[in-house]
């Protein structure tokens, strides 16, 4: 069997305990990704099962009638728009989605919003150099009147989208 498994862009599936297991299924693991129908289609040419770690590589009509050996699609997390699920149908090839805590990307979410708001990236930046808290020197990268950031209480959160994510987000936003 060939397995492809794409965008293990953290090299993690060869960290994995099981990872010996997939020595006998000629699996194939790509920490980068290539773009373009053509690219991937060479590149998948083999494959009979795909498992995908994210979404971002796309698997439009096009690019699956070109893989006439696959059968399975595996995504780690739920199957989004990345993959064209009527011409899987018409093509035989099953799909098959995981599972996932919607915690983990709601807090990423939370503390990119608390750094975009504290400006903590560009503090580390100055702390790196030395120059913790010196909103006051006049850096050609820093914005005129540039603080300590803004509090966010008595703010007002947009949230895009009110799934289990969206939901955990706005929460942490209360």
């Not at 000629?26 to 498992?51: C, P, Y």
């Not at 994210?54 to 009638?65: A, G, N, S």
């Not at 199957?79 to 009527?86: A, K, N, P, Y």
Request: aromatic share 6%; net charge positive; with cysteine.
């Amino acid at each position: 069997m060939n397995v492809i498994i794409l965008d293990d862009y953290q090299d993690a599936v060869r960290k994995l305990a099981c990872a010996s297991l997939l020595e006998d299924l000629n699996a194939k693991v790509f920490t980068n990704t290539v773009k373009g129908i053509g690219q991937l289609s060479v590149r998948l040419r083999d494959a009979e099962v795909l498992v995908l770690i994210r979404e971002r590589t796309h698997f439009p009509r096009q690019l699956l009638e070109k893989l006439p050996k696959l059968k399975l699609i595996s995504q780690t997390g739920k199957v989004s728009g990345h993959i064209d699920l009527e011409a899987c149908t018409r093509l035989g090839i099953a799909v098959a989605e995981g599972t996932g805590s919607p915690v983990a990307p709601a807090e990423l979410t939370w503390a990119l919003i608390m750094a975009a708001m504290r400006r903590l990236p560009q503090y580390i930046g100055n702390l790196k150099h030395g120059a913790w808290q010196q909103s006051g020197l006049k850096a050609a990268s820093m914005p005129v009147n540039f603080a300590l950031g803004q509090v966010l209480r008595g703010k007002t959160l947009g949230v895009w989208g009110y799934g289990k994510i969206g939901q955990m987000v706005a929460g942490y936003g209360k």
